[in-house]
């Protein structure tokens, strides 16, 4: 299966990235990366064909929160990806317009699920 779609994924771990890509692609899916703030406004100004973006907060400062209102703002659906899970982080991610909150690790089954409701479905 092909999937023209293009995701996303910011996170600061090199590893994580890696790993993301490599499932994503397998699924069908583009990916573009970024690893830091600077690559993730430069992927919002290029976002041409980005349908989803899978967003890892850990090591970001809060100033991720803006970029994340900008994937909002372009009707970039988007999930946040957390070490931890807790309800004032769960609300926070809402707040600023994430479709919802994934704990580490993921479970490949339903990250999958997830990402084709979101590209697929228009949720």
Known sequence: MSNEAAILV????????ELLER???????????AADLQEFAAALERDGDLKLAL???AGFDSAIWDYCEQLR???IPFLVISPRQAAALQEESIAH????????PLAVRDLLRLIRSLIEGGA
């Open 10 to 17: 910011v996170d600061r771990n090199p590893r994580n990235r």
């Open 23 to 33: 499932f994503l692609v397998r699924e069908g899916y583009q990916v573009c990366q």
């Open 55 to 57: 967003v890892d907060i």
């Open 97 to 104: 317009g994430a479709r919802g909150l994934l704990t580490k």
């Open 73 to 75: 703002d372009k009707d």
